[in-house]
């Protein structure tokens, strides 16, 4: 385990100096690892720049805004990370709103990832990326006028989407009800797209509306 831990965060820091700063010129290569270890310590949460910058500013680390945003393209081509916009057709609206980041290699996870809690739901939502990508589709994350977020909505190159939220287990009823409850308002933004709730494990009891599948991520990644 440990040699497979000391590879891993060889390979990030050979990536670091070789791909990005040495590559892109960094100037300032403290921010760039302080975004990183942000990034991947945090697989598919939400990551805005605007409140990065302000961490940094308090820590006493001058860097702008633009700046953060070019370490992050860098770090996008350099197959470190993976960026999901927000779903929209405004270019504006895509740039200020908070990316969702996800690490291109789910064994950087429990490496990165300091908050001591289980991380199989992270790893699971980075492995469906990571194929609908291998799919081909289109990904932007959903958030609802109400608050609401959905994963992933996929759009294929065939013209079908799917609105897909991933979760481990759905045995508790809160968790069930709160998983199917933002597909529902989703949907509503996107009638068009199907309706998919992926997990780990089919729960023993659970009743869906009729226009949401439910499926075992074993059972999709065989479907391709």
């Excluded at 997990?199 to 023993?204: D, G």
Aim: charged share 25%.
């Amino acid at each position: 385990v440990r040699n497979r831990v000391e590879l891993l965060k060889g390979y990030v820091d050979l990536v670091l100096l070789r791909d990005v700063i040495e590559r892109h010129a960094v100037a300032q290569p403290l921010a760039l690892r302080w975004m990183v270890r942000q990034l991947l310590g945090n697989a598919g949460s939400l990551f805005s720049i605007n409140k990065f910058h302000a961490d940094m500013k308090s820590q006493g680390i001058n860097v702008g805004k633009d700046t953060l945003y070019s370490y992050l393209d860098h770090l996008e081509d350099a197959f470190l990370v993976r960026a999901v916009n927000l779903a929209s057709d405004s270019e504006a609206r895509r740039r200020v709103h908070p990316r969702k980041i996800y690490p291109i290699d789910t064994g950087l996870i429990p490496i990165f990832d300091r908050s001591g809690k289980a991380n199989l739901g992270h790893a699971l939502e980075t492995l469906v990326l990571h194929e609908l990508d291998r799919r081909g589709a289109e990904l932007g994350y959903v958030r609802t006028v109400d608050g609401f977020e959905v994963d992933f909505l996929a759009r294929y190159p065939d013209g079908h989407s799917e609105l897909i939220q991933v979760c481990t287990h759905l045995d508790a009823p809160e968790t069930a009800h709160r998983e199917i409850r933002a597909l529902q308002h989703a949907a509503s933004d996107y009638p068009a797209a199907q309706q998919l709730l992926l997990v780990l494990e089919r729960p023993a009891l659970l009743d869906l509306p009729h226009d949401i599948s439910l499926i075992t991520a074993q059972e999709w990644l065989l479907m391709a």
